[in-house]
């Protein structure tokens, strides 16, 4: 019976939940899902990490491949994060080149790594101007249930953490290269930014970590990136505007899950 | 495939016929129709051949262009099938109607000459990481009347015989750059060995609606094409041996069928191969000053 | 690669590192050793361990996961929709399947457009389900059937095959039975069942000396084990008809054997539903 009402009338049954203080799926307005994370579960990539909030699952496979720096930037190696939201994940896509969400948050990725100086880039250099490491992060979306930004960024920083280099000797004069697999150095990595999503409906109510039935139904989206103690980012792409008070308490939320999140990837990382 | 409606009581007529082993056509299951073949038919490529089974029409041409090897083999040349069904064909064909069986048959030639033993990829290499010959085997198909696998893959073959790689006269290394000369007399060429390459025998398996037990049909008309739910196309090289195996159709079969079949095609491959290489060679006899009939027939 | 407006793109030109390593440090292991005794220490005619899940996707109707080794693949369905761009009627349903390799998947680097092996896999897929389809139950309706390799241990395309056969069943399509697959090798007069990607490579390369003709190729065999059917014979390479024979034998009887853990894995797909129901009506 349930679930023929909410099949015909969508934004009721919402409504109906939320005007008894509880969300469809038993939570309360901010309380977020479980998070887990798996490291190094992929054997062909350099480093990979698995990555859930509820049901929501991004994977994110790192392979490493070497190349010339770009003539501006002689000393800094590329990081290439690409979101990738398969037909697989969801009936909203549809196979073919990426969509519009998928290039917007290719592109959100992009902005808080480089934002966040969580990496220097100037790490992946081998020999300035002539060598320098690419890392291709191909993120994967396996289960598109709301927070995808939040599951990417988990995803890709933990892989982050856990990735290894192998030694690379470089010859500047022959230009001869040769990589030493068996001796792989941990890449550092500075931090670890959190980004954690909130939808906004209206009468000012926010949502903290939104299934997908909740974000595709929500006047609004606010996405707080925590780095440290900082806040990094804050991403509102339009919708209502949201007042002053609610976003000092989606801030202290947000801090407090940036903390749990960095604790599960570490945990993840270290074992 | 192409466009052939049946009514069930005509489909049970064909059904019924190949089980007495007597096809609308007067042939046994195993008969494969007239062929007619002709090489060298385009004088602008570097082999070509038209083929005839039956109104099944298919024209080849083969194109060798000189090209960069790939990094994974870099003394290794290149070989490129591409299938074109022409909206003369059929109806079907029209627009992007015939792109996923040109694939298909494309795929399929790929497989089959895939392995080694069939061409010896590193015999089309003129220097190694640097230049290499690339086929391109392009297939068109003008008309269509079943069994096209089949009629394909001994066009293919054909125009493979005729095809004439340029001889390479000099290839140095210069500075690191590839220098090559071709020799300045158009007729001294080089010949594939077409020795092993494969031919292709579809054999039609599983009619709709009624199991006809083990019974399956070579060069299937386009009519009975539209009875069967499931065929095998076998590439069978002239030794016998067997370089790719591949189901078309949406039926199933049974294992001890599907060995059966394998064991008919390999038998079916082996003559079908010393067939058309008896008729290249009567052709060659003819000698260089023979008539081209082209399409005047 | 040409350039993609929709993507973040690297660098024109990259290499991967596997490129500059030793080759003598990195390759101690010579895949001909194999031949005696396999790497991973099973017998030729073992197979490795399967482990598979349903229900893995929230969004999509069917969903499964499976691991065939280190072989990783993910596997959703969706709901039936009209099939696109058609303007007859089509009396039978039909499937489309996609099969994809995940970039990082490989040793090498994939580039995210299908290439011509992923497509021609996503139809020996096809083919290898559609027999198992209950197809004239949807007529002029699609079910699209995703699969994506997460990583690649070697068989990833019968794993799949295998893995959407599930997936079909979760999504609760009508089918006629499940569909099984094994992959199998040949290189000279050994047999290898349920393939490592170094087999694979092993296989696909000819052997030297082609007098007397030496057998290399790969075999890729799906089934319908419970109606005693092949419903997909995916062979290259060149074998003789002996082996080939001996090969479906050996086959047929994996999958056979594999048919129960499938088989078990869909009894707990519907106890699992019929408890979610049995919760619905309290």
């Known amino acids: 019976m349930a679930s023929q009402y909410k099949t015909i009338h969508p934004v009721k049954y919402l409504r109906d939940y939320l005007a008894q203080d509880i969300r469809p799926d038993g939570r309360e307005f901010l309380r977020f899902r479980s998070a887990s994370v798996n490291v190094g579960a992929i054997s062909q990539a350099d480093s990979s990490a698995i990555f859930k909030i509820g049901s929501t699952t991004v994977v994110c496979g790192i392979k490493a491949e070497l190349a010339a720096p770009k003539a501006d930037t002689p000393n800094c190696g590329y990081l290439i994060p690409n979101v990738e939201l398969s037909p697989l994940c969801s009936p909203k896509f549809r196979p073919g080149p990426p969509s519009d969400q998928a290039q917007v948050a290719s592109k959100t990725i992009d902005d808080i790594l480089i934002n966040s100086s969580a990496l220097d880039l100037t790490d992946l250099c081998v020999c300035i101007d002539k060598l320098v490491w690419v890392l291709y992060c191909d993120l994967i979306c396996i289960d598109y249930d709301g927070s995808v930004t939040d599951a990417c960024l988990g995803a890709l920083v933990a892989a982050l953490k856990s990735l290894t280099l192998p030694e690379v000797q470089h010859n500047p004069e022959t230009g001869a290269i040769v990589v030493d697999t068996s001796d792989r150095k941990p890449f550092p990595l500075k931090s670890l930014p959190v980004s954690t999503t909130f939808a906004i409906f209206d009468e000012q109510l926010l949502l903290a970590d939104p299934t997908d039935e909740e974000e595709s139904l929500a006047k609004g989206k606010l996405c707080l990136v925590i780095d440290g103690p900082e806040l990094c980012g804050l991403y509102k792409p339009g919708g209502i505007p949201i007042s002053q008070e609610l976003l000092s308490k989606s801030l202290e ?3 407090k899950r940036a903390d749990l999140i960095r604790k599960v990837i570490e945990a993840a990382v270290t074992n | 495939m192409a466009n052939t409606l049946l009514s069930l009581a005509e489909k049970t007529f064909i059904v019924h016929g190949v089980d007495d082993n007597y096809r609308t056509d007067g ?5 494969y129709r007239p ?17 005839r089974l039956a109104n099944t029409d298919i024209l080849v041409g ?3 262009e000189v090209d960069t090897p790939y990094p994974d083999n870099p003394n290794e040349g290149k070989l490129e099938f591409f299938v074109d069904c022409s909206a003369n064909a059929t109806p079907a064909f029209e627009g992007k109607g015939g792109d996923n069986l040109g694939t298909e048959i494309s795929n399929t030639l790929t497989l089959a000459y895939q392995s080694s033993h069939v061409l010896d990829l590193t015999t089309l290499c003129i220097l190694p990481q640097q230049k290499c010959w690339k086929l391109y085997v392009d297939v068109l198909i003008l008309q ?4 096209l696998f089949d009629a394909v893959a001994l066009a293919v073959k054909a125009a493979l015989y005729s095809a004439q790689i340029p001889k390479v006269t000099t290839a140095t290394l210069d500075g690191g750059k590839a220098d090559i000369q071709l020799s300045d007399d158009p007729f001294d060429c080089v010949k594939l060995d077409v020795g092993s390459f494969p031919v292709l025998v579809t054999l039609c398996k599983n009619f709709t609606f009624i199991q006809i037990g083990e019974n399956c049909v070579v060069d299937p008309t386009s009519e009975e094409e ?4 499931a065929s095998i196309v076998v590439a069978v090289m002239p030794n016998g041996r067997i370089t790719s195996v591949v189901k078309t159709g949406y039926g199933s079969l049974q294992p001890s069928t599907l060995v059966k079949t394998l064991e008919l095609a390999k038998d079916i491959g082996i003559k079908l191969n010393a067939g058309i290489m008896n008729a290249l060679k009567e052709e ?5 000053q023979r008539e081209i009939f082209g399409f005047l027939k | 690669m040409p350039f993609d407006q929709k993507r973040i793109n690297g660098p024109e030109v990259s290499v991967p590192y596997s490129v500059y390593t030793d080759v003598n440090k990195s390759k101690s292991s010579k895949p001909k050793k194999s031949l005696h005794k396999r790497v991973d220490g099973r017998e030729h005619k073992d197979l490795r361990k399967i482990f598979v899940k349903t229900g ?3 969004q999509a109707k069917g969903s499964a996961y499976i691991e065939v080794g280190i072989t990783k693949v993910v596997c959703s369905v969706f709901d039936p929709r009209e099939i696109p761009n058609k303007n007859e009627y089509s009396l039978q349903g039909e499937l489309f399947c996609e099969f994809k390799y995940a970039p990082f998947a490989c040793a090498k680097r994939r580039i995210h457009q299908q290439d011509a092996e992923e497509k021609e896999f996503s139809l020996v897929m096809q083919r290898s389900l559609e027999p198992a389809v209950c197809r004239q139950e949807f007529p002029n309706f699609q079910v699209d059937v995703y699969a994506l390799v997460l990583d690649n241990g070697g068989s990833s395309l019968a794993a799949a095959i295998m893995c959407a056969s599930l997936a079909l069943a979760d999504a609760s399509v009508p089918m006629f039975g499940l569909v099984t697959a094994v992959s199998a090798g040949f290189y000279k007069d050994t047999m290898f069942l349920d393939l490592t990607v170094e087999e694979e490579v092993l296989c696909n390369s000819a052997p030297a000396k082609p007098n007397p003709p030496n057998n290399h190729g790969l075999i890729m065999q799906a089934a319908l084990p419970q109606h005693d059917q092949i419903s997909e014979f995916f062979l290259v390479g060149s074998i003789n008809i002996d082996c080939i024979k001996q090969a479906i034998e050996t086959l047929t009887v994996a999958n056979k054997n594999i048919c129960p853990v499938v088989q078990q894995c869909l009894v707990k797909t519907v106890l699992r539903a019929l408890k979610r129901k049995e919760q619905e009506k309290n």
């Open chain 3, 56 to 58: 893995v996707i929230s």
């Open chain 1, 253 to 255: 939320k947000s801090k």
């Open chain 2, 62 to 64: 083969v194109k060798a």
């Open chain 2, 27 to 31: 042939r046994n299951r195993s008969e």
């Open chain 2, 144 to 147: 269509c009347d079943g069994n």
């Open chain 2, 226 to 229: 539209e009875c069967s739910a």
């Open chain 2, 35 to 51: 062929m007619e073949v002709e090489t060298k038919v385009l004088p602008h490529t570097s082999g070509s051949a038209r083929l």
């Open chain 2, 284 to 288: 060659d006899e003819l000698g260089s």
